[in-house]
Every structure is written in structure tokens, then in C-alpha cells.
């Protein structure tokens, strides 16, 4: 009997003991996370652009997104015909929406545009360097999201901004994002699914598609990466 109980405890502390070394931190996460997505692959980024379909509502709206790496960004899209833009730089913001009633451009409110010049860093934008983002992360245990077990980490950035993250345990891609916003005096729930990841030039790794619950969902069809770009884009123009 005594020679059970030791084998007992002996192989519960084992188990306790490689438990233990499984055991993931949010850092740790973090950091497989920023590996499966091209690492420092990204800091060669120059310029990506992106060309793709929205849709939401029973519309479709072509969409292309350039980007010059921390300098500047402008999103085109087209609906039922009619074409508008925005354009946002670290000093000034532009939109010309003629769907939305704009007849010219104009420029963009300070806290639109203080939102908006995170879309510049291509890194920040793709959810790649969460490390330097967090400034608090708690690891909640896991979750299913689809069929996928999920490491869920909740994360406050530094903006004080809280968001929920669901990391994919096998790949560590980030395949879910929950979050609440504020929209017009409103707190609204926020839910962003990632999939269809693939490795482009260069060595990184982008989400194909992007679904955004009732507001629809987006899915890129071509991504260049570090090719050139003409930076009179980036002026307002009618």
C-alpha cells in the first residue's frame, strides 16, 4: 500500500510537473504569435496594398488599401458605381465620400484622424507586435472559436482600450478579435474573425479574410508587397 501511494504522488507530481512546462503566459503567446506571422520579416515592410471586396447589406464594394509604412494610407472603394476615398498622413487627414452626400474633399476631424493614423504602421494594423501594444495581458485559460481551440488573453492597450484575443493553440495565428466601442453615446460589442492565412513576398503571413459579424465581411484577393507607390496619392484630389 505504501509503495502505491508513492506511485501515486510521484506520478501526480510528474503530471503536475509537465503541466506546468506546458503551461503558455501571454507573453510567451505573444511571441509565437508574432513568429507564425513573419517575425521580423515585417520590419522590411515599405508598402503593401491591398485589393479586395466588402460585403455588407446585400452590397458589394470593391476596396483598395495602400499603404506606405508609417508615413501614410489611403483606402479607395467603389459602390454601385460611384467611387469616393480616404486618405490619412501623420500630420492631416482627408475624405471624399460623394456615396455619403460629400460634394469635396474634406479634411478629417483631429479625433477621426488620431484614430485613423494607427492604420499606418502596417505591423499595428495586422495585429503582429502585440507585445509592444499591451500594456496589461491576462491569459484566460481557452475557448473554442469555430473548430479551432483558442488560448483567450485579454489585452489592454495603451490607449486603455480592452479587447479580447483568441490565438489559435496549434498555429498561434490570431483568429478572433472581441472588443467593446463606443459608437454615438452607445456601447457596442465588437467581433472580428480572422482566416484564409497565407505567406506572401517577403516572408509575411496576412488573413485573406476578415468577418465582421453583422457589418459584413472582407475578403483580399491580391496583397503586393514592397512594391513602388506614387505618393501624390496621398493629396486630396476630386
Known amino acids: 500500500m505504501k509503495n502505491l501511494k508513492s506511485t501515486i504522488l510521484t506520478t501526480a507530481m510528474l503530471i503536475a510537473g509537465i503541466a506546468t512546462v506546458k503551461a503558455q503566459t501571454a507573453d510567451e503567446i505573444f511571441t509565437k504569435h508574432y513568429d507564425a506571422m ?3 520579416a515585417w520590419d522590411k515592410i515599405t508598402s503593401l496594398k491591398q485589393t479586395g471586396t466588402m460585403t455588407t447589406q446585400g452590397m458589394e464594394i470593391t476596396m483598395t488599401n495602400t499603404f506606405l509604412n508609417k ?3 489611403r483606402s479607395d472603394i467603389s459602390v454601385m458605381g460611384t467611387t469616393g476615398y480616404q486618405i490619412v498622413t501623420p500630420t492631416e487627414g482627408w475624405s471624399f465620400m460623394p456615396m455619403m452626400g460629400q460634394t469635396a474633399p474634406e479634411a ?3 479625433d477621426d484622424l488620431k484614430n485613423a493614423q494607427d492604420e499606418m504602421d502596417v505591423k499595428m494594423k495586422n495585429n503582429i507586435d502585440i ?3 499591451a500594456t496589461k495581458a491576462e491569459l484566460q485559460g481557452k475557448e473554442k ?3 479551432a481551440e483558442c488560448f483567450k488573453v485579454k489585452v489592454v492597450d495603451k490607449d486603455n482600450q480592452e ?3 483568441f490565438f489559435d493553440s496549434k498555429t498561434f495565428y490570431l483568429v478572433c ?3 467593446k466601442v463606443e459608437a454615438q453615446g452607445q456601447s457596442v460589442d465588437v467581433v ?3 482566416s484564409d492565412f497565407k505567406k506572401l513576398d517577403g516572408g509575411i503571413v496576412i488573413a485573406m479574410k476578415e468577418d465582421l459579424g453583422m457589418q459584413g465581411s472582407i475578403v483580399y484577393k491580391e496583397v503586393e508587397v514592397n512594391k513602388p507607390v506614387d505618393e501624390s496619392i496621398f493629396k486630396p484630389s476630386k
Open 38 to 40: 513573419g517575425g521580423s
Open 71 to 73: 508615413k501614410a494610407v
Open 108 to 110: 478629417m476631424k483631429a
Open 131 to 133: 507585445k509592444s501594444m
Open 145 to 147: 472559436i469555430g473548430d
Open 163 to 165: 479587447q479580447t484575443m
Open 177 to 179: 478579435v472581441k472588443a
Open 192 to 194: 472580428k474573425n480572422y
